[in-house]
């Protein structure tokens, strides 16, 4: 682990030879310093490279599960946004079933949560969750409200880029992954130690959904594409954030 | 190239724990126990946002736990079948960018080949203690005394 450095920059130059791998003890991020893993890795179990994971049947998701602006009795205020695109293996072959969980800020960068100090105001339409099932294509597709940019206290003036946070069920044990995404050309993206924890700008850039005016409905809301791509299976990840 | 993992952060409690879904153990079996433990940074303080799923990768079962402001997570669990039972577990957390793997051994048992290739300090951090009827089960994410995490 890198030493514990107040004056670290928060943001590092890039370093593409990092791949895909998040740098675990990335010092711009002040909350690793304590928490992010710091001895070597012991080599998966051979039995977890090609294990199944639980499947999640259709009990699992309500019908406006997937709707984050229909769940009160009122719409959320923000701008409308669709967000869809398929979940895949790196061969590209689709995952279906799988199970994404969403939860995000509401329009005003403030999350229902008691941990939340912000002074923006809450939405009481909007709670912020949602989930949903790949259909047999590997998509998947939600309707809710752009979030909001918010500070946050890991260094002076600190702003979160707006995002949605995701969680993915694959096939596989391996294929679990917590993520975030993020919308193109944010003027924060350069300031923000949690993106930048991604070193390989090509890696950052799988972070970002894209524009698409095919998504895009008319008079009603913008249309966002983001696939998410998961492992292959087998011991795919190399330690490559453990210093020795 | 796979999408990158991104801290769970400090809420993830909107998206992932909006019912109880730490019973991993069938309702009434006699053979169910309580597995708890605490979630611990590399100075020994409590991780009161972090997030702990439990998976029986042989038997297709799985739960999980938020943690307590005092670290402290728990659930109900029946002993998996097998010779070295055992439930991986999958640890999440704010300053946590990517999630970690480890495992979680039942006491008084044979070893199987994860356990018996690690030498006895570092097996020691795998396996749970029988504490008063429930199973204890510390993870300490940083220093000396770190629990074993496997690369995935």
Redesign the interface.
């Known amino acids: 682990?890198t030493a514990v450095d107040e004056t670290s920059p928060v943001v590092l130059p890039d370093d593409s030879t990092l791949?895909?791998?998040?740098?675990?003890d990335?010092p711009g991020?002040?909350?690793?310093?304590?928490?992010?893993?710091?001895?070597p890795?012991?080599?998966?179990?051979?039995?977890?490279h090609d294990?199944?994971?639980?499947?999640f049947g259709h009990e699992t998701v309500g019908e406006l599960d997937h709707d984050l602006t229909r769940q009160h009795d009122g719409e959320p205020l923000g701008e409308r946004i669709i967000v869809t695109g398929r979940v895949l293996d790196?061969d590209g072959r689709p995952l279906a079933g799988a199970l994404l969980?969403?939860?995000q800020?509401n329009a005003a960068g403030r999350?229902?949560?008691e941990?939340?100090a912000h002074p923006a105001p809450l939405d009481p339409n909007f709670?912020?969750?949602?989930?949903c099932l790949t259909d047999a294509d590997g998509r998947y597709s939600f309707v809710t409200v752009r979030p909001g940019a918010y500070p946050w206290g890991n260094h002076e003036n600190a702003w979160r880029p707006a995002h949605l946070?995701f969680?993915v069920f694959g096939r596989l044990?391996?294929q679990?992954?917590?993520?975030?995404m993020y919308f193109p050309g944010d003027p924060l993206f350069a300031y923000d130690p949690?993106?930048n924890?991604?070193r390989d700008p090509?890696?950052?850039e799988?972070?970002v959904a894209r524009f698409d005016l095919e998504t895009t409905q008319p008079e009603w809301a913008l249309g966002f594409r983001w696939?998410?791509?998961?492992?292959r299976g087998g011991?795919?990840?190399?330690?490559l954030?453990q210093s020795p | 190239m796979r999408t990158p993992s991104q801290t769970v952060g400090p809420y993830y409690t909107i998206g992932l724990c909006r019912r109880p879904e730490n019973e991993l153990a069938q309702p009434g079996d006699p053979g169910a126990t309580r597995l708890v433990g605490q979630l611990l940074d590399g100075e020994g303080h409590p991780v009161g946002d972090g997030l702990i799923e439990l998976w029986d990768v042989a038997g297709r079962s799985w739960g999980r736990s938020g943690t307590y402001t005092d670290g402290s997570f728990s659930f109900v669990v029946t002993k998996p079948d097998g010779e070295a039972p055992h439930f991986d577990v999958y640890v999440f957390a704010r300053g946590l960018l990517r999630h970690q793997l480890t495992r979680v051994y039942f006491p008084d048992e044979p070893a199987d080949a994860v356990l018996a290739s690690l030498d006895a300090a570092d097996r020691a951090t795998l396996v749970a203690q029988a504490v008063g009827g429930a199973l204890r089960f510390d993870i300490r994410l940083q220093g000396d005394r770190q629990t074993v995490f496997f690369a995935h």
């Open positions: 682990m791949g895909p791998e998040v740098q675990l990335y991020y002040r909350s690793t310093r304590r928490r992010a893993p710091n001895r890795l012991a080599s998966l179990p051979e039995e977890l294990a199944a994971g639980p499947v790196e969980e969403l939860w800020a999350y229902r949560h941990v939340d709670s912020g969750a949602g989930r946070h969680s044990f391996t679990r992954l917590v993520t975030q949690i993106f924890a991604v090509k890696a950052r799988l972070l696939d998410i791509v998961l492992g011991s795919g990840t190399t330690p954030e």
